[in-house]
């Protein structure tokens, strides 16, 4: 039997188990993934099990991000540019880390949107953490031509945007106004809207009616800024398939074959944030 697990702590709410659970179920696989909240000096133990092979390889949360880096034998350049490892696994007798979150977002984004043209397109980026940054990456990836970076302390979207200064620049709130406009794609990478609390103030108002207007955060699924930007005729994209689009490259990484997003995927992971959250 094959298995495959998420490592962090506090992680009891993860829906990784949920999503590759029914993968597994879909395709037949003789196969398992569970939750493994665990103190970090057992994090080294998952290292040595995917490698000896009774692990097929795992999706790493908080708050190990950082911690398997020094474990790992290869760092994969998602991993590299994003600074960021969530998925562990092995290649040629090697442990990979590499990052699946950049990727998960453009293929969302082109799924729900297909007529989408990245290339030479205008972006903002609402806040400059980790998300931010594995995003951003698999953006310039995408030959984008710009990426205004706005954040609320303005010191880290600086420290962000010397990932590629030719395309990545700093903007403030107060910039906004003339930013928006222009702007082919807006992203809140902020965790504000969490929970329909607040919302990064953003004149969406301004938006052209070609921009879309993309929510990493996926409880509520419709986040207070995904709701004006609706009410304003703009279009949408909300943080659950991102979530979904993550988990394809680990589990076709671990168990060998590319897994679908369907919509019967994303109403199961639906009625679980209806019911807990
Ligand atoms: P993640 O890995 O999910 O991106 P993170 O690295 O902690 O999480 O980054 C959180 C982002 O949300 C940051 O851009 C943060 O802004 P600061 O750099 O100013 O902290 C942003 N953020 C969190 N709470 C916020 C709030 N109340 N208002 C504005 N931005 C907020």
Known sequence: MKSACVI???????????????????????????????????????????????????NVTIPY???????????????????????????????????TDGSGYI???????????????????LGAGGAARSIAAALVDEKVSRIHVVNRTPEKAEALVVMNPAIMSAASMMQLRELVPAADLIINTTSLGTGGQGEFACPLELAAKRCIVSDIVYVPLETPMLRRARK?????????????????????????????VTAELRELIEQDIAGRG
């Open 107 to 125: 293929a969302h984004l082109k799924q729900t949107w297909p007529d989408t043209e990245l290339k030479g397109s205008t972006v903002i980026m």
């Open 8 to 58: 962090g702590q506090n992680i009891s709410h993860s829906r990784s188990p949920s999503i590759h659970n029914h993968w597994i179920r879909k395709y037949g696989l003789d196969a398992s993934y569970t939750i493994r909240d665990i103190p970090p000096d057992l994090v080294p133990d998952i290292a040595r099990q995917i490698l000896s092979g009774e692990l097929q390889g795992c």
């Open 232 to 260: 304003l005729g703009l279009r949408t994209l909300d943080g659950l398939g991102m979530l979904l689009h993550q988990a394809v490259e680990g589990f076709r990484l671990w168990f060998g074959i590319e897994p679908e």
């Open 65 to 99: 991000k950082q911690l398997v880096a020094g474990l790992v034998d290869v760092v994969d350049k998602p991993a590299e540019q994003s600074n960021s490892i969530n998925t562990l696994y092995v290649k040629g007798g090697k442990l990979h880390g590499t990052s």
